[in-house]
């Protein structure tokens, strides 16, 4: 079992960048695909950014392709998200997420943190 604490959340201007981590308890962090999510006000959670155990798979949603960038440090059981050029649209509470299944891309996730809000003023 993994407990998840997400930061780096905050206030922003549009065009500006904000790095949120995640960090996770635990020995076995290295054995966790990691997710992060976004669920705006009024909207279903979705899917932003995903990695594999070792850093060296990651996908991303359409709408942040190029703009945010999913890296993991195993040693410091954390993983981060970059997030560039913001825009008011990526207003959101931001969840780290982990599987442990062994599959990847994760079928779903087991474990999340408990979010971070990210506003971002136009």
């Known amino acids: 079992q993994v407990q998840l604490v997400e930061s780096g959340g905050g206030l922003v201007q549009a065009g500006g960048s904000l790095r949120l981590s995640c960090a996770g308890s635990?020995?076995?962090?290295?054995?966790?695909?990691m997710g992060w999510f976004r669920q705006a006000p009024g909207k279903e959670r979705e899917f932003v950014a995903r990695?594999?155990?070792?850093?060296?798979?990651?996908s991303y949603a359409d709408s942040v392709k190029g703009r945010f960038f999913i890296s993991r440090d195993n040693a410091k059981n954390t993983v981060y998200l970059q997030m560039n050029s913001l825009k008011p649209e990526d207003t959101a509470v931001y969840y780290c997420?982990?599987?442990?299944?062994?599959?990847?891309?994760?079928?779903?996730?087991?474990?999340w943190g408990q979010g971070t809000q990210v506003t971002v003023s136009s």
């Open positions: 997420a982990a599987d442990d299944s062994g599959r990847y891309p994760p079928p779903d996730y087991d474990y």
């Open positions: 635990g020995r076995t962090f290295s054995s966790y695909a």
């Open positions: 990695i594999n155990w070792g850093g060296s798979s990651t």
